[in-house]
């Protein structure tokens, strides 16, 4: 006897499995970590690949349950500076700033919310030029880290839908001491909206706007 699963996949998984979902029997009681050699892809089970289990991350050693969704969710690249088609994981963005030498580590969540220019909104919809949105990113991080006294920075940003509520971008900035933190982590928002090629469509009831550049 075993457990059917579904599995949602994201970005380059998508492409190489050729489809974005598959049903798959897995043995009962067994864990996250079966999903990847159940999939039966042509390749190593990639660094950095994040897991969630009905729509929250799991850990690998999770045990699964019959008709569990498990989406695995790659970044578009890794680094500190990453566009993701899953959702924004904080303690992600945060492990990449972690320094010996920081005294203090400042974050920023960009979530949706539910009005916007007396409109109800429903959701976001994020749109990037992917390859030149993550160079700006790293730009925008190396200027920071000239301007104030930083250890690391890191950025994540969503693309696709993402639902009121949701997370659309994570920053942590780390430092000796919290003043340049804080102070380097309001630049890189401001930065972000200003300069990263990346395009927001708010959603409404019966109606949808493409606003323009910025998160």
């Known amino acids: 006897m075993g457990v059917q699963v579904t599995v949602r996949l994201f970005a380059g998984l998508r492409d190489q499995a050729g489809t974005g979902e598959k049903t ?89 919310r539910a009005q916007s220019r007396g409109r109800e909104v429903i959701a976001l919809e994020y749109e990037a030029y992917e390859d030149m949105a993550e160079q700006v990113m790293a730009e925008i991080g190396d200027e920071v880290l000239e301007r104030y006294d930083l250890c690391k920075v890191a950025i994540m940003h969503r693309t696709g839908r993402v639902d009121v509520g949701g997370t659309s971008v994570a920053i942590a900035v780390s430092a000796p001491h919290r003043q340049d933190a804080l102070a380097a982590c309001a630049d890189v928002i401001e930065a972000l909206k200003s300069r990263v090629p990346l395009w927001k469509k708010e959603l409404y009831e019966g109606g949808e706007e493409w606003i323009g550049r910025g998160s």
Do not use: M
């Open 24 to 112: 798959l029997e897995i043995q009962d009681d067994a864990t996250v970590a079966a999903v990847w050699p159940a999939l039966g892809l042509a390749s190593d089970e990639p660094a950095g690949l994040l897991y969630a289990v009905n729509k929250e991350y799991a850990k690998r050693e999770q045990t699964l349950a019959e008709g569990d969704e498990v989406a695995l969710i790659p970044p578009v690249s890794g680094g500190a500076f990453r566009l993701t088609e899953g959702p924004v994981n904080l303690t992600a963005v945060v492990v990449e700033v972690v320094d010996e030498q920081a005294g203090a580590i400042a974050t920023f969540l960009g979530t949706v």
